[in-house]
């Protein structure tokens, strides 16, 4: 099955009159496709080229991304990416601990990695023009998330650190590669 794990970057942040994940403007989508085996940065301007990609995938995987990623990238694409089938990392953890848990404590983790920066420092970095950082930034992000999903997809589950204990997080992966029974719109005719 087409795996494209994807990773958002914003131009904007949450309380910057803005209350929800779609009122936010995309500054980089990051993604790796499985079927190419390869990692791509667009811009809002590119996104054309991820519509051809994304409608042929069969999961899209990210991390806390059925929350923000996919419905701020559906304010761009032309049909619902809600059709396509979707694993998200963080809600898979929730759905085990109740709560949500940093992608970055789930790396440390389970990986015995950390992300790069934080969000913050990305929406700097946009605001500065330094689009080259952002780019690097998101597609570790990318990386992590793609990791966090083999592994978890071999072992059943994901750790995370946090004050200093690991913790393990059980999860539940028999349906992760099941085709979706819903039908992607494919708005674009790719």
């Known amino acids: 099955m087409r795996t494209v794990v994807f990773d958002i970057e914003t131009a904007n942040w949450m309380g910057e009159g803005r209350s929800e994940p779609s009122h936010l403007d995309i500054a980089i989508v990051g993604i790796h496709d499985s079927a190419t085996d390869s990692y791509g940065c667009f811009v809002e301007s590119e996104l054309p080229s991820?519509?051809?990609?994304?409608?042929a995938t069969d999961i899209l995987v990210g991390y806390n991304s059925d929350h923000f990623d996919i419905p701020l990238l559906n304010k761009y694409y032309p049909g619902d990416l809600g059709k396509l089938k979707s694993v998200d990392l963080m809600a898979e953890?929730?759905?085990?601990?109740g709560r949500r848990i940093r992608l970055d404590a789930v790396a440390e983790g389970t990986l015995g990695k950390k992300k790069s920066g934080g969000g913050?420092?990305?929406?700097?970095?946009?605001?500065n023009g330094e689009i080259e950082r952002v780019?690097?930034?998101?597609?570790?992000?990318?990386e992590l998330t793609k990791e966090l999903y083999e592994y978890a997809l071999k072992n059943g589950?994901?750790?995370?650190?946090e004050l200093g204990t690991l913790h393990e997080i059980?999860?539940?992966t028999s349906k992760w590669l099941t085709p979706?029974?819903?039908a992607m719109t494919f708005s674009l005719g790719f």
């Open 93 to 97: 953890i929730y759905k085990n601990v």
């Open 157 to 161: 589950g994901l750790k995370y650190r």
């Open 180 to 182: 979706n029974d819903n």
């Open 120 to 127: 913050g420092q990305s929406l700097v970095w946009w605001r």
């Open 170 to 172: 059980k999860l539940d």
């Open 135 to 142: 780019k690097e930034y998101c597609k570790r992000d990318v």
């Open 50 to 55: 991820l519509w051809k990609i994304l409608e």
